[in-house]
């Protein structure tokens, strides 16, 4: 039963290094969420792909952030010159379609800026 | 704008206690609502959903959960808590648009 994949599950970058997050979704689903978790406070929205295309990145910040799904591989999540602020637990969660169907998460990786 | 709130942060429960966390929402439109569960060490679970129909839903290992519109609430509950539903609990909203807002989670202890 291959659910979501992340890796790595824990990543320690030192502040100004890149950060480069993986998600594979579960077979068949075509849509990728991506979610980031800061210490005591719930998921937040960052970004919706499909295969090839950015759906929705209105919770995404406006430098550093990028993310992309290509039509091989998997979704990633990339952190250019990372922060301190940017560790935090990132999740990525899929979905069979769009619309109001319920996401599917991974384990998350959890990210620490030293 | 969209938002849920869960304000119970922690609760303390003793085995065989009831249970219920609070979930209030503010979302414009039709709603999907849900219940995610993260035991400790493990990625987030789906406990259970709303979609439409009966406001009383029923999910995984006892747990169930009521729509009331009114209020705007999707509050969890379990008649009887085990020391196994040690774990945090995450309500989420979502529309038509993808993404899920959700609160900021309950971590719930329950004392053997």
């Known amino acids: 039963n291959a659910g979501v994949m992340q890796n790595p599950r824990h990543l320690v970058r030192r502040r100004g290094q890149e950060a480069r997050l993986r998600c594979s979704p579960m077979?068949?689903?075509?849509?990728v969420y991506w979610y980031r978790q800061l210490p005591e406070e719930g998921l937040k929205f960052m970004v919706y792909?499909?295969?090839?295309?950015?759906?929705?990145e209105s919770g995404m910040p406006k430098e550093r952030f990028s993310a992309e799904f290509p039509k091989e591989g998997p979704s990633i999540l990339r952190i250019q010159q990372v922060v301190r602020g940017d560790s935090a637990a990132y999740f990525c969660?899929?979905?069979?379609?769009?619309?109001?169907?319920?996401?599917?998460f991974g384990p998350g990786t959890r990210l620490l800026v030293l | 704008a969209q938002s849920v709130s869960q304000h119970n942060h922690h609760v303390i429960l003793s085995e065989a206690a009831s249970l219920e966390l609070g979930c209030n929402y503010s979302y414009g439109g039709t709603v999907n609502l849900f219940w995610y569960v993260q035991y400790p060490g493990q990625h987030l679970q789906l406990l259970l959903k709303?979609?439409?129909?009966?406001?009383l839903v029923k999910g995984i290992k006892g747990f169930e959960a009521e729509f009331i519109k009114s209020k705007f609430s999707f509050n969890l509950r379990k008649p009887s808590v085990q020391w196994s539903d040690t774990a945090e609990y995450f309500c989420a909203v979502s529309g038509n648009f993808n993404k899920f807002y959700f609160g900021s989670g309950t971590k719930l202890n329950v004392k053997p």
């Open positions: 792909l499909q295969k090839e295309n950015i759906i929705d």
């Open positions: 709303y979609f439409s129909g009966d406001p």
């Open positions: 969660a899929s979905s069979h379609a769009g619309g109001a169907e319920t996401q599917y």
């Open positions: 077979k068949g689903h075509s849509h």
